[in-house]
DNA sequence: TAAATGTTTATAAACATTTCC
DNA sequence: TTGGAAATGTTTATAAACATT
């Protein structure tokens, strides 16, 4: 049982609707490769595959200077999981922009010049997790 | 502008699923009642009146103590706002369990000989407001 | 003025814990 | 007393309204 918190969600996405919870076969597996049957890595990706607050402190702890742009942190998500090239809904980035203002862990911090602002870790919070580490505990 | 953050929460209920876009007028108007026009009550209960934690905070600022079992908290809100005796969802409960937890000016405390507990608000979080209070002021 | 960014609330749901029958 | 059901409590996702930059 590990407590940090940082394990993947489990929210499967994509056919939570009621209009969607009969989907025949054919709906469900789109542009499956011809190669065969679905692989791993498109597998994992309809899952949402840690919570936000878990992705974002990755994203932040990535950097040196654990501090980020918003317009950064949708990038390094995107390009570090796969579930937001293929399979998330429109609202991701609102959800994370959600979690940032929701969760206390994550302060925004105003650049010396004023104008560009960047979110943060708040210091007593940040147990420094990065996607490495996590993934790495998976093996 | 007042911000004390108490305001009517502005959320239209009952029809904000994509199927019910476009009902049609008879599908709006349920029982009207025989004398006329819908009245002023069951249109003001149409919507939710305020938000969650607002109604909370009155809730159990309505009693000496100033604490509540959830139960108690269900039924004084059923009681004072007519909304949840015809509109709300199916998930409103739930929406106060969630609110409880989720803001930390709700404490749940034990009492002394454990078993029932008790959702208390934060001293230092508490400005007592009440129902009446709020009431008043729209006049 | 428009888009991007930031804040807050509602709703549904998964899941855990506690209490009741 | 105990086992299962119901109630209670916690957390996250998603959509949206709205404010600020
Ligand atoms: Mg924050
Ligand atoms: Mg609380």
Known sequence: MSSDGLGSCGIKQGMEGK?????????VKVEEPPGGSISQQDSVSEWLPYSYMAMIQFTINSTERKHMTLKIIYTWIKA???????????????????????HDMFVR???????????????????YFTLDQVSEQQK
Chains 1, 2 share one sequence.
């Open 19 to 27: 209009e969607n919870q009969h989907l025949e076969p054919s709906q």
């Open 109 to 127: 911090e105003t650049s010396a010049k004023g104008k560009v602002s960047f979110w943060t870790i708040h210091l007593s919070a940040n147990q």
């Open 80 to 102: 570090h999981f796969p579930y937001f090239k293929h399979m998330a809904k429109p609202g991701w980035k609102n959800s994370i922009r959600r979690n940032l203002s929701l």
